[in-house]
């Protein structure tokens, strides 16, 4: 059986280009090797275009990983310097009886961190809202 072709990346160099009053030096040719045969993108404009998305949706991912990892207390003092004030009870808007309701009934996902001393995290509540990542 033979091995697959690896798929390869491959940058030229092209002439000095302007784009919207920056002037690019020697602006890479990209050639990229896809299933249904090779795309060639020459045009200074689409490259900048493609390159700006890229780094939209790696900042968007970053931002979206950031805010997942957020974990919620249960009750206590607010503390100002996190969302919601890290307490569940504002992320949800509903009263630290409901709350517990929903934390015995199992239909809210969390960590104990010693005795009586809950911590959810965001893609748990997520979850609970129907909002969960895929």
């Known amino acids: 059986m033979a091995a697959p072709t690896p798929r390869r990346q491959v940058a030229t160099a092209t002439p000095a280009t302007s784009v919207t009053g920056a002037t690019i030096t020697a602006l890479p040719e990209l050639h990229f090797t896809m299933a249904?045969?090779?795309?060639?993108?020459?045009?200074?404009?689409?490259?900048?275009?493609?390159l700006q998305n890229e780094q939209r949706a790696r900042l968007a991912a970053e931002a979206e990983q950031a805010a997942l990892s957020t974990v919620y207390r249960l009750s206590g003092e607010p503390d100002e310097s996190r969302p919601y004030g890290g307490?569940?009870?504002?992320?949800?808007?509903?009263?630290?009886?409901?709350?517990?309701?929903?934390l015995r009934d199992g239909r809210l996902r969390y960590t104990c961190a010693?005795?009586?001393?809950?911590?959810?995290?965001?893609l748990a509540v997520r979850e609970f809202l129907g909002d969960a990542p895929i």
């Open 87 to 102: 307490l569940l009870t504002r992320r949800l808007d509903i009263s630290e009886r409901t709350l517990g309701d929903l």
């Open 114 to 122: 010693g005795k009586k001393n809950y911590r959810v995290s965001e």
């Open 36 to 50: 249904n045969g090779l795309l060639v993108v020459r045009d200074a404009a689409t490259v900048v275009t493609l």
